[in-house]
């Protein structure tokens, strides 16, 4: 059974980077045909894609946030890490890493999640 993990800071001033990262077990983030992603649920809204990190380390983003995004991995931790920069309280929500594969991709594991507030 994949499990994912996300951990990071709860608080994030204006301005700064955003930083999370998401540790999985039961299964290695270099399996063949898999996606890790990064969504988000702002407060009363909908979930919404950041982007994703493939296989062989591609990456692909949500156009409106590709800007101030970024999004890497260390194989031997088995963990991938987002980062948004210059974030505004519009990027409070709660985080999601999850696993995506099949064609069409669809999801398959989510972590639980991690709420981020943006607050001076």
């Known amino acids: 059974q994949v499990q994912l993990q996300e951990s990071g800071p709860g608080l994030v001033k204006p301005s700064q980077t955003l930083s999370l990262t998401c540790t999985v077990s039961g299964g290695s983030i270099t399996t063949n045909y898999y996606f890790w992603s990064w969504i988000r649920q702002p407060p009363g809204k909908g979930l919404e894609w950041i982007g994703h990190?493939?296989?062989?380390?591609?990456?692909d983003y949500n156009p409106s946030l590709k800007s101030r995004t970024s999004i890497s991995r260390d194989t031997s931790s088995n963990q991938f890490t987002l980062q948004l920069s210059s974030v505004t309280p519009e990027d409070t929500a709660k985080y999601y890493c999850?696993?995506?594969?099949?064609?069409?991709?669809?999801?398959?594991?989510w972590g639980q999640g991690a709420q981020v507030i943006v607050s001076s």
């Open positions: 999850a696993s995506q594969t099949g064609w069409p991709l669809k999801y398959d594991y």
């Open positions: 990190i493939g296989t062989s380390g591609s990456t």
